[in-house]
């Protein structure tokens, strides 16, 4: 499968549409983001159920911003709108087929129960917070 590109525009609807998104945040200077490019894009060829975009740091600035990345490359990996992994560095090739094993192995039931769980007590503490004031 074809490695999309990820831009400010289609972020959101790359992150909703898919069941597993990896993405590699990268920029053109970087040797390491250089070296790292092609195992990425041969595992986009192997593995056709997930999806594998890569994000230029350079020219989506505010992308990178949004993440947060301060090193390239980093990956992250989303899970049914999850962020369940997140990592800079240039991987080897069976360290991330490992990492993608682990990820599609999740239980995501009981991610999004804990989930659910935390904002629930969340807004109960800010409803009490509110209450005290």
Request: hydrophobic share 45%; glycine share 2%; with cysteine.
């Amino acid at each position: 499968m074809p490695v999309q590109h990820v831009t400010a525009e289609n972020l959101d609807r790359l992150i909703a549409d898919n069941d597993i998104l990896v993405i590699d945040f990268w920029a053109e200077w970087c040797a390491p983001c250089r070296a790292y490019g092609p195992i990425f894009e041969k595992l986009s060829d192997r593995f056709t159920d997930i999806t594998f975009a890569k994000c230029n740091t350079e020219e989506q600035q505010q992308v990178a911003a949004a993440f947060e990345i301060r090193s390239i490359p980093t990956t992250a990996i989303f899970r049914e709108k999850v962020l369940l992994f997140r990592e800079s560095g240039a991987f080897p090739e069976e360290a991330l087929v490992d990492i993608l094993q682990k990820v599609k192995a999740v239980d995501m039931k009981e991610v999004h129960a804990t989930i659910a769980k935390e904002r629930a007590k969340a807004a109960g503490s800010e409803n009490d917070a509110a209450a005290s004031e």
